[in-house]
């Protein structure tokens, strides 16, 4: 999903999905940052949570991640992201069929004794498990949680010749509170709610399911895309695909495939419970990963060394070098093969993932780093001839600290976690990305599938944009900094609705006025499914 803020330079950043930030890729910030990252990881792990349960089960995997579990269906209640511009939720349970809990007695008994037998849980919407987009970390809603379900029995007739589908629509507003917040015209706005901003993101995914000829977890999927915004930097508007894709599995589900125009923006990296408000990808998208509205030829593979520790590579081609607006601008349908200057983009996570269960958190932790062979401007030197050798490291890690109902909804409770993004400041502008986030699943007894989240992050620009700033006599930063907090609401089957307040210290990129130090931005934000 599209989860952006842009700065003066067209960077995009998450909501800052709309807030703001970096690092030194060179070789001391990388070597202190891995330390510092993965003592922080072995801290999450470290902080096991006991839950308030007596039995301890098997975790299993999200929906979308059933091909990691060799020889088990996902269940059918899927967590799903909705933000700012999009959060996470998670489907409410149905209850239990009536029927097979009835005592019943023997015949010929002269006691008459009751015999019970034990309560089954149907769902009848499981039969659409298979239907659901696969390969991804971003969990897409079954059709329980959607406005329509199986309203005159459209879906049920498409799933039995192997068709599912979901479209969803998302919609955001920002807007910054503070006075003198040196309105402009659209044309000269420099960051997301200096003006009122609204924004727009459509979608449909629909599915074929190949398993029905024999192609283990065959699938292909094809998606659409339509964005539209008043402050046209982030976007532009588009109206293309948004996925085409083919996906199975080989050696009982221990290998994975996916190939085709793919968005790796929700294949690589990721969070627990899909975008959190404040989350920013920015540094990825610079250095040549694809996203929902950029999608580009690529080939995954996913090789499961076991439920939980995995390795994923892709072979993709790079976006634009010159960023996601360029991109578009370019190709905004997305069917283009290549776009000016663009390489092959190289991407490797590794990483290991579990899900909740009784007395055993939610945990994932991963690590990744790509190589970007397309042709960059040197920030230290512009007037320089393009060149090669871009790359990006990533690591994050999420943990659930708490588990307030293990035994009915494990995935409740709080989380924290971390994500620490990095790459050469003389080919990108983000040079650092740094974020802490703390958030709660199900707060309350009452809201199950609310969501609040508390996301503190660091954007450092490269030092070279900075120099270069410096030395025209203009006000330029090093850092931008963010602090946001949300609430997401559940509010019937298939309709989110959330509301937050984003402060950011310089919401620009590198360059500022004095009437663009500080932001307070309102964000509002809604998503539909169906």
């Given at each position: 999903?599209?989860?952006?803020?842009?700065?003066?330079?067209?960077?995009?950043?998450?909501?800052?999905?709309?807030?703001?930030?970096?690092?030194?890729?060179?070789?001391?910030?990388k070597?202190?940052?891995?330390?510092?990252?993965?003592?922080?990881?072995?801290?999450?792990?470290?902080?096991?949570?006991r839950?308030?349960?007596?039995?301890?089960?098997?975790?299993?995997?999200?929906?979308?991640?059933?091909?990691?579990?060799?020889?088990?269906?996902?269940?059918?209640?899927?967590?799903?992201?909705?933000?700012?511009?999009?959060?996470?939720?998670?489907?409410?349970?149905?209850?239990?069929?009536?029927?097979?809990?009835?005592?019943?007695?023997?015949?010929?008994?002269?006691?008459?004794?009751?015999?019970?037998?034990?309560?089954?849980?149907?769902?009848?919407?499981?039969?659409?498990?298979?239907?659901?987009?696969?390969?991804?970390?971003?969990?897409?809603?079954?059709?329980?949680?959607?406005?329509?379900?199986?309203r005159?029995?459209?879906?049920?007739?498409?799933?039995?010749?192997?068709?599912?589908?979901?479209?969803?629509?998302?919609?955001?507003?920002?807007?910054?509170?503070?006075?003198?917040a040196?309105?402009?015209?659209?044309?000269?706005?420099?960051?997301?709610?200096?003006?009122?901003?609204?924004?727009?993101?459509?979608?449909?995914?629909?599915?074929?399911?190949?398993?029905?000829?024999?192609?283990?977890?065959?699938?292909?999927?094809?998606?659409?895309?339509?964005?539209?915004?008043?402050?046209?930097?982030?976007g532009?508007?588009?109206?293309?695909?948004?996925?085409?894709?083919?996906?199975?599995?080989?050696?009982?589900?221990?290998?994975?495939?996916?190939?085709?125009?793919?968005?790796?923006?929700?294949?690589?990296?990721?969070?627990?419970?899909?975008?959190?408000?404040?989350?920013?990808?920015?540094?990825?998208?610079?250095?040549?990963?694809?996203?929902?509205?950029?999608?580009?030829?690529?080939?995954?593979?996913?090789?499961?060394?076991?439920?939980?520790?995995?390795?994923?590579?892709?072979?993709?081609?790079?976006?634009?070098?010159?960023g996601?607006?360029?991109?578009?601008?370019?190709?905004?349908?997305?069917?283009?093969?290549?776009?000016?200057?663009?390489?092959?983009?190289l991407?490797?996570?590794?990483?290991?993932?579990?899900?909740?269960?009784?007395?055993?958190?939610?945990?994932?932790l991963?690590?990744?780093?790509?190589?970007?062979?397309?042709?960059?401007?040197?920030?230290?030197?512009?007037?320089?001839?393009?060149?090669?050798?871009?790359?990006?490291?990533?690591?994050?890690?999420?943990?659930?600290?708490?588990?307030?109902?293990?035994?009915?909804?494990?995935?409740?409770?709080?989380?924290?976690?971390?994500?620490?993004?990095?790459?050469?400041?003389?080919?990108?502008?983000?040079?650092?990305?740094?974020?802490?986030?703390?958030?709660?699943?199900?707060?309350?007894?009452?809201?199950?599938?609310?969501?609040?989240?508390?996301?503190?992050?660091?954007?450092s620009?490269?030092?070279?944009?900075?120099?270069?700033?410096?030395?025209?006599g203009?006000?330029?930063?090093?850092?931008?900094?963010?602090?946001?907090?949300?609430?997401?609401a559940?509010?019937?089957?298939?309709?989110?609705?959330?509301?937050?307040?984003?402060y950011?210290?310089?919401?620009?990129?590198?360059?500022?006025?004095?009437?663009?130090?500080?932001?307070?931005?309102?964000?509002?934000?809604?998503?539909?499914?169906?």
């Amino acid at each position: 999903m599209q989860d952006r803020f842009c700065g003066a330079d067209g960077s995009q950043h998450m909501l800052a999905d709309t807030g703001a930030v970096s690092f030194n890729f060179g070789p001391r910030g990388k070597h202190s940052a891995l330390v510092i990252a993965f003592s922080l990881a072995a801290c999450l792990v470290g902080n096991s949570v006991r839950a308030q349960t007596g039995s301890r089960l098997s975790p299993g995997h999200h929906a979308s991640d059933q091909a990691s579990k060799r020889g088990k269906t996902s269940g059918p209640a899927a967590k799903l992201p909705l933000d700012l511009i999009h959060q996470a939720i998670r489907p409410p349970a149905l209850g239990p069929a009536a029927g097979p809990g009835v005592p019943f007695e023997k015949s010929g008994n002269a006691d008459r004794r009751a015999q019970t037998r034990p309560q089954k849980t149907i769902d009848p919407f499981e039969r659409y498990d298979k239907l659901r987009e696969k390969g991804t970390w971003l969990n897409i809603p079954g059709p329980a949680d959607t406005i329509d379900q199986d309203r005159d029995g459209v879906r049920s007739e498409l799933a039995d010749v192997g068709i599912g589908y979901i479209g969803w629509t998302q919609n955001s507003f920002v807007n910054n509170q503070l006075p003198n917040a040196a309105r402009s015209p659209i044309a000269n706005q420099l960051y997301m709610g200096q003006n009122p901003t609204f924004a727009s993101a459509n979608f449909m995914i629909v599915t074929y399911d190949l398993s029905r000829f024999g192609i283990a977890d065959g699938q292909i999927v094809v998606g659409a895309e339509h964005q539209y915004w008043t402050w046209d930097r982030p976007g532009p508007d588009r109206a293309g695909i948004n996925t085409l894709a083919y996906y199975q599995t080989f050696f009982d589900r221990t290998l994975e495939l996916k190939l085709g125009y793919l968005r790796n923006q929700n294949e690589f990296t990721g969070t627990l419970f899909g975008g959190i408000t404040g989350s920013n990808m920015s540094a990825l998208f610079q250095a040549g990963m694809s996203t929902n509205a950029a999608p580009t030829p690529a080939v995954n593979l996913k090789y499961n060394f076991d439920d939980r520790l995995y390795n994923k590579v892709s072979v993709q081609r790079s976006i634009s070098p010159d960023g996601v607006y360029a991109h578009i601008t370019e190709n905004p349908t997305g069917l283009n093969w290549s776009t000016a200057n663009a390489g092959i983009l190289l991407v490797d996570e590794v990483g290991y993932k579990s899900k909740a269960a009784p007395g055993l958190p939610d945990t994932w932790l991963r690590a990744g780093v790509g190589f970007n062979s397309s042709r960059y401007t040197n920030l230290a030197d512009p007037k320089r001839q393009r060149e090669s050798g871009n790359n990006f490291f990533y690591i994050a890690a999420d943990r659930q600290l708490w588990q307030s109902d293990g035994l009915g909804s494990p995935s409740r409770g709080i989380y924290g976690g971390f994500s620490i993004m990095g790459a050469p400041p003389d080919l990108n502008r983000i040079s650092q990305y740094c974020e802490l986030r703390l958030y709660a699943k199900g707060p309350f007894d009452s809201r199950p599938s609310d969501l609040i989240a508390l996301v503190a992050s660091q954007t450092s620009w490269s030092k070279f944009a900075l120099d270069a700033a410096l030395a025209k006599g203009q006000l330029a930063h090093r850092d931008t900094t963010a602090i946001t907090g949300t609430y997401t609401a559940h509010l019937a089957q298939g309709i989110y609705a959330g509301v937050g307040l984003s402060y950011i210290h310089n919401p620009t990129s590198v360059t500022h006025t004095p009437q663009t130090e500080h932001a307070l931005n309102l964000l509002v934000s809604t998503l539909i499914f169906f």
